[in-house]
């Protein structure tokens, strides 16, 4: 769901970028590092890379050729450049089974298992980031060969209005009763305490959370990794499709979000209408630049081990690569905690940083809220990665459950029919 979408927003953010064209590769060359990204030059990893940039030329006196590529330029074209003489030594590509996994099955990645232990990079990404670094012959992601290394991370997490909690004496809950005790204080005002969008990403993201708050790392592998066979009926599924309906009827979340998308949801939090808001670390730039009125923070969801969230995008070497051996020390460079440090400072989530390299406050509660995660195994990915068409499904009939138009065994009737008809090919 959140890979989706970051692929919409980055085509969108990346539109107005110089784009330079596909020129063919230069002849091989041991001083020429060819290099990819889509990052934009102000951006917490553009920073980053181009830092990156200057000590690797400074420290292996060989060149980096740089060619800025959109998002979309890349994902709509890497099949057919990787196959080619035009591929570059690096570049930085989307994870997931239908990106990464496609290319590696297709043997236009390069496995880097050896380099991962020659550097141990392995050492540096904890096991829910490796994931997505490491397919299967068929392309699925958890298991098998290294084909990437991730430089960042992403993960949801709750908003709260710091000012609204404290005008009604109410504290962060730690348990998903404390929690709905919250909603009920600001609802027997008139307050809509969720903001919530159903026509996007964010209520099945809160769909997925309830579910993994009644569920382990087990359950998540089935269901991610194809490991067994899920259940839809199963205690996790109907827990969060039940919580939601109930959640709707209580007046915690507007039956009218389902006609709301993710922007509308979040202006809602930026202007103070709703007091919570459960989202992506990619909030957190903008709330930090846009919110004025009130103080804000965050707080993990109460009463789960588990949590969405993943791996960011991640350099992979290209088979046909003329200069691999350059490729991986510029990847080391980008995992020294100097330049995770600089990824942190400027409002990314760094995968290797050292806290206390980081000095913006609120940058410490973001990062220190990843590593929390992190450091118990807790990253259980998005609820729309096991299929190509899940996403759409999952927002569909979600509409529909706010809506009163399908109850809750017929949601789970339509998701679970859904994810079998393509998960069964790969157990």
Aim: charged share 25%.
């Amino acid at each position: 769901m959140r890979s989706q979408w970051i692929a919409s927003t980055a085509v969108i953010a990346a539109a107005g970028l110089v784009l330079a064209g596909c020129s063919s590769a230069p002849a091989a060359d041991d001083n020429v590092l060819t290099l990819w990204h889509f990052e934009a030059e102000n951006s917490a990893t553009g920073i980053a890379w181009a830092e990156a940039i200057k000590v690797f030329e400074e420290e292996t006196g060989a060149t980096v050729e740089f060619e800025e590529k959109s998002f979309e330029q890349i994902r709509s074209t890497a099949s057919q450049v990787l196959n080619s003489n035009e591929a570059p030594d690096i570049l930085e590509y989307n994870k997931g089974n239908a990106t990464a996994g496609l290319l590696a099955s297709q043997g236009l990645l390069s496995p880097i298992t050896e380099q991962v232990e020659e550097y141990g990079w392995d050492d540096k990404l904890a096991p829910a980031l490796q994931t997505t670094a490491r397919y299967s012959e068929d392309g699925v992601m958890g298991s098998g060969e290294w084909y990437g290394i991730p430089n960042y991370g992403e993960y949801v997490t709750m908003y709260y209005n710091k000012d609204a909690f404290a005008e009604k004496g109410l504290e962060v809950p730690t348990t998903l009763a404390e929690l709905e005790t919250v909603m009920a204080a600001f609802e027997e005002d008139g307050t809509t305490p969720l903001a919530e969008a159903a026509l996007e990403y964010p209520l099945g993201q809160l769909w997925y959370q309830l579910a993994l708050s009644k569920t382990d790392r087990q359950w998540v592998n089935d269901y991610q990794l194809y490991e067994a066979e899920v259940d839809f009926k199963g205690e996790p599924f109907t827990y969060a499709t039940d919580t939601l309906a109930d959640w709707t009827d209580k007046g915690y979340i507007s039956q009218d979000a389902s006609g709301l998308k993710a922007e509308d949801a979040g202006v809602s939090f930026i202007g103070g209408e709703s007091p919570l808001f459960f989202s992506g670390s990619w909030w957190y730039g903008r709330f930090q630049t846009e919110v004025d009125d009130f103080e804000w923070g965050i707080f993990p969801f109460p009463e789960s081990e588990l949590n969405l969230g993943s791996a960011g995008n991640m350099w992979v070497v290209p088979e046909n690569a003329d200069s691999k051996d350059l490729a991986y020390k510029f990847i080391d460079i980008t995992m020294r905690p100097e330049i995770q440090a600089l990824i942190g400072n400027n409002g990314g989530l760094p995968v290797a940083a050292d806290v206390a390299d980081i000095t913006d406050e609120k940058s410490q509660e973001l990062i220190k809220g990843f590593n929390d995660i992190n450091d118990k195994d807790g990253l259980a990915f998005y609820p729309d990665w096991p299929t190509p068409t899940f996403y759409d499904a999952i927002v569909a009939d979600l509409q529909e459950l706010i809506n009163g138009t399908k109850n809750s065994d017929e949601v789970l009737d339509s998701l679970g029919e859904e994810y079998n008809s393509y998960a069964e090919d790969f157990r």
